[in-house]
């Protein structure tokens, strides 16, 4: 087996080989003086088992791009098997035709990995409409999740605010993961009703709503990109009573002033696993890729 990547997951891809005993070997990414694309492997990768390390983020679209044209040379090089780990994939939340004569973006990102590579893992996919990754992918898909890490790490950290924790879900999709997490910390959790007026508004309010008066308040969810949603979330707790308001999320995009807008809202700490590598990425993914790689050796 070799581990390479393309760029954005090198932590994740070195740590998945230490703990593997596999060979890391980087690609060479480089752009010609045109802007076109040069990629280049640099360990021999017949007959090998090629795990490909690669966020969708930042670029989305060259991260996906990178992947096509490194799985594409992988198998003329002689790969066995080519396996793509996204720990975060992109393009998911377009997952339908929301107005006429929209792509759907899901669809075309699945289709191009569909022809090029074996098998995905990633973590945490934006599973909302589609009920499975297989809806979109013919390969082995297989999907992650971090609920597990998010719900220890809240544990632990929080540990001293521990009989006075709730966990809130931000929408109702979120109540599959809130739920869980919560039980793994042992503290009761809802979930907030949130209207999306648009990719840059939403508005909440909180269904079938629990004590939240003088609570310590964890935000959970699985994507936080423009921070809008857990600023609203995090407004809202307030104005219900809450003690302290703090946010633990699987994907930390944090584009523009999202962490600002949240500490504006009242949340005191901002945490995201290390899918994408941010600042804020304090829960380190590489345990879970570990685990489902030991099935490949
Ligand atoms: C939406 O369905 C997701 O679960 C997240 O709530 C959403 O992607 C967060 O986006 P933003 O941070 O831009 O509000």
Redesign the pocket.
């Known amino acids: 087996m070799i581990i390479t990547s393309c760029g954005n997951s090198e932590y994740i891809a070195r740590g998945l080989a230490k703990k593997l005993k596999a060979k890391y070997s980087p690609l060479t990414i480089a752009a010609f003086p045109d802007g076109d694309l040069y990629l280049r492997f640099n360990a021999s990768l017949q007959g090998k088992k090629v795990v490909i390390v690669q966020s969708f983020y930042p670029h989305p679209d060259m991260s996906l791009f990178d992947v096509v044209f490194a799985s594409k040379t992988a198998r003329e090089l002689g790969a066995k098997k080519i396996i793509l780990v996204a720990p975060y994939l992109a393009y998911m939340?377009q997952d339908k035709r929301f107005h006429p004569g929209e792509c759907v973006s899901s669809m075309v990102m699945a289709g191009l990995l569909n022809d090029y590579v074996d098998k995905i893992i990633t973590i945490d996919p934006?599973l909302?409409r589609y009920k499975s990754l297989k809806n979109i992918f013919k390969i082995s898909a297989v999907r992650l999740t971090a609920n597990g890490l998010l719900g220890e790490y809240i544990k632990k950290k929080y540990q001293p605010l521990r009989n006075n924790l709730v966990v809130i879900g931000?929408?109702w999709?979120?109540y599959q993961w809130a739920e869980d997490i919560a039980q793994i910390v042992g503290v009761p959790a809802t979930v907030l009703e949130?209207t999306r007026l648009s990719?840059w508004e939403?508005h909440s309010k909180m269904v079938h709503p629990i004590p939240i008066k003088g609570k310590d308040v964890v935000i959970v969810?699985?994507?936080?990109?423009?921070?809008?949603?857990?600023a609203e979330a995090a407004r809202q707790a307030k104005s219900m009573g809450a003690k302290s308001i703090r946010t633990v999320g699987v994907h930390g995009?944090f584009?523009e002033d999202?962490i600002e807008k949240m500490k504006k809202a009242g949340v005191v700490d901002i945490v995201s696993t290390n899918c994408i590598d941010k600042e804020n990425s304090k829960i380190d993914v590489t345990p879970l890729l570990v685990e489902e790689l030991k099935k490949e050796r």
């Open positions: 939340r934006h909302h931000p929408d999709e979120s949130k990719s939403v969810d699985d994507i936080i990109s423009t921070g809008r949603t857990i995009i584009v999202a």
